[in-house]
């Protein structure tokens, strides 16, 4: 009898387990501390956010769920239940170590969000593929063994985690073909421990050579498949770029194209060839005029970018130095504050003691003052390195706005001069038609078009009108679009560098004054026995 069906057949009579707050309680109670440690933090009462290991095993568990508060678990075992879906892991981010083995899985999935994790264990369920386990990265250790795996070539899925050292597959029915071990070896050269024992050098070398047509055509398939994604990522952030400097497409006829997107009268136009030809003209100016908007705009992101980075290394090494002369004011008092509170433990007459206490309050408030001084130090200084980012801000944007439409205006006049040839074109076509003189073979909807003058001038216009229409629309989108990240980085910078900065900094000087006053009102005086 296999272990799955073992441990199935245990838990065949009682009634599954939920895993509720009772449960999760009286697991991490039962795994905690057992003395002192153990009854205080009972106590006063578990936080699930501060578990770091969680065994809920032999539970008779059948849904994995309520685990969302143990954000910091790196450590779960969850082992010899009859777990039949892997899910409710999501929030498990930090997670390192999972143990599902003797469940009832028979599908690997709801792994997606533990990129942490370096050591899983699926051993002895019902599952028949290796899958849906890309963004375990870190993966380690890895144990499917005891499960239905029938198809040897699936263990290739394997090959994309690099970092893969220990594999057990044992007890699947492929483990029971005879080239079993020499073909994971071969396309899993990396691995160093299989089914518990050390894949030496010899065994790995006689495995690479056995297969070695076949693995070299992986490994160049591999190498395509990679210089593709490659590629791909590489365009991603390209067009990523794009976007950020309010480029995006405009390298290219999008812009143009877009204009007869939906332009149906533009496009029938184009069947007659001298109109053909005016179009494609027009095209190339375009193009150049896009192309022109698109390199000004990458160069003008280059700027802005180095100017948010020049602003935010001034607005740390402001506040790097004004740190270090609170740090050096505070170490200062913390030596003198140590003689003065080993002295008030050796005095015995009051007036005495009195006046050293007055006299360290002093001190006290003299810290307070000079803290504050330099946190409001700081926030002038922030304060006018801000107000000179946002001028040089403001400035760089409104340049740009002008540029953009200037060069836009060149696109508009692009396209009210191609209206007027286009119209210079197409009006003595109507009369040519008309006597039958044309000799090229137009379509029944263009020459509806060209039934009478007012009516290819409207589908001129009409067309004129769009193409204008997507020019503006475009002009629209990257000033807004600009002006949007402006005021929304301005405002971040004025809440979270000027206001809330601020308000925190008041705190933790007052917090601090405050625990110095309550440490000196509680001090023991009067007699050698410390503080």
Same mark, same amino acid.
């Given at each position: 009898?296999?272990?799955?069906?073992?441990? %199935?057949?245990?838990?065949?009579?009682?009634?599954?387990?939920?895993?509720?707050?009772?449960?999760?309680?009286s697991a991490v109670e039962e795994q905690g501390p057992k003395e002192e440690a153990g009854k205080i933090a009972k106590a006063e009462g578990i936080d699930f956010g501060d578990v770091r290991s969680l065994r809920l095993d032999f539970k008779n568990?059948?849904?994995?769920?309520?685990?969302?508060?143990?954000?910091?678990?790196?450590?779960? @075992?969850?082992d010899n239940n009859i777990i039949e879906k892997i899910e409710g892991l999501d929030s498990l981010v930090n997670l390192i170590w999972l143990?599902?083995? /003797?469940? !009832?899985?028979?599908?690997i999935e709801g792994l997606g969000h533990l990129t942490k994790l370096e050591d899983l264990t699926l051993y002895s369920n019902r599952i028949s593929k290796i899958e849906n386990m890309d963004n375990l990265v870190n993966l380690?250790?890895? %144990?499917?063994? *005891? *499960?239905?795996?029938?198809?040897?070539?699936?263990v290739i899925y394997l090959r994309k985690f690099k970092k893969l050292k220990t594999l057990t597959l044992k007890g699947n029915p492929f483990c029971e073909e005879d080239t079993y071990k020499q073909y994971v070896i071969a396309f899993l050269s990396d691995i160093g /421990?299989?089914?518990?024992?050390l894949v030496h050098q010899q065994a790995r070398e006689a495995a690479i050579e056995k297969y070695m047509i076949p693995r070299e055509e992986m490994l160049h398939n591999e190498k395509q498949a990679n210089a593709i994604v490659e590629e791909d990522n590489k365009r991603k952030i390209e067009v990523e770029l794009h976007k950020i400097a309010y480029v995006e497409n405009m390298d290219s006829d999008s812009l143009f194209e877009s204009l007869y997107t939906e332009d149906a009268e533009g496009k029938k136009l184009a069947e007659f060839p001298a109109i053909s030809e005016l179009i494609e003209s027009f095209r190339e100016k375009f193009v150049a005029v896009c192309y022109q908007i698109f390199e000004y705009g990458i160069k003008e992101h280059d700027k802005r970018q180095a100017e948010v980075n020049q602003f935010w290394e001034c607005i740390e090494e402001a506040k790097n130095e004004n740190k270090l002369l609170g740090m050096k004011a505070i170490d200062e008092f913390m030596v003198m504050k140590k003689k003065v509170l080993q002295e008030l433990t050796q005095i015995s007459d009051q007036?005495?003691?009195?006046?050293?206490?007055?006299?360290?309050?002093?001190?006290?408030?003299?810290?307070?003052?000079?803290?504050?001084?330099?946190?409001? @130090?700081?926030?002038?200084?922030?304060?006018?390195?801000?107000?000179? /980012?946002?001028?040089?801000? @403001?400035?760089?944007?409104?340049?740009?706005? &002008? %540029?953009?439409?200037? /060069?836009?205006?060149t696109a508009r006049d692009l396209e009210n001069s191609h209206h007027e040839k286009l119209s210079e074109i197409a009006l003595p076509i109507v009369d040519k038609l008309a006597k039958n003189e044309m000799d090229d073979e137009i379509s029944e909807d263009v020459r509806m078009l060209f039934v009478d003058k007012d009516t290819i001038i409207n589908a001129i216009s009409t067309s004129h009108d769009y193409h204008l229409l997507k020019i503006d629309n475009k002009e629209e989108d990257m000033m807004t679009r600009l002006n949007n990240w402006m005021k929304g980085l301005l405002e971040k910078i004025h809440d979270e560098e000027?206001?809330?900065?601020?308000?925190?900094?008041?705190?933790?000087? !007052?917090?601090?004054?405050?625990?110095?006053?309550?440490?000196?009102? !509680?001090? &023991?005086?009067? !007699?050698?026995?410390?503080?």
């Open positions: 009898m296999s272990a799955v069906n073992s441990m %199935s057949r245990m838990y065949d009579n009682l009634e599954p387990t939920v895993i509720d707050e009772d449960l999760l309680r568990v059948l849904t994995i769920d309520n685990l969302w508060e143990f954000t910091a678990l790196t450590k779960l @075992q969850l143990d599902l083995s /003797f469940n !009832n899985i028979e599908v380690q250790v890895f %144990s499917i063994g *005891n *499960n239905i795996l029938k198809d040897l070539e699936n /421990f299989l089914d518990y024992k007036r005495l003691l009195e006046q050293q206490v007055s006299d360290y309050n002093k001190v006290i408030a003299e810290l307070w003052d000079k803290l504050m001084g330099y946190e409001l @130090q700081l926030v002038d200084q922030l304060e006018e390195v801000v107000k000179d /980012f946002e001028r040089n801000l @403001q400035d760089m944007v409104s340049m740009f706005i &002008e %540029s953009i439409m200037a /060069f836009m205006s000027e206001i809330q900065r601020n308000r925190l900094r008041v705190v933790e000087i !007052n917090h601090l004054i405050d625990h110095l006053r309550d440490e000196i009102d !509680n001090l &023991e005086v009067g !007699n050698a026995g410390g503080y």
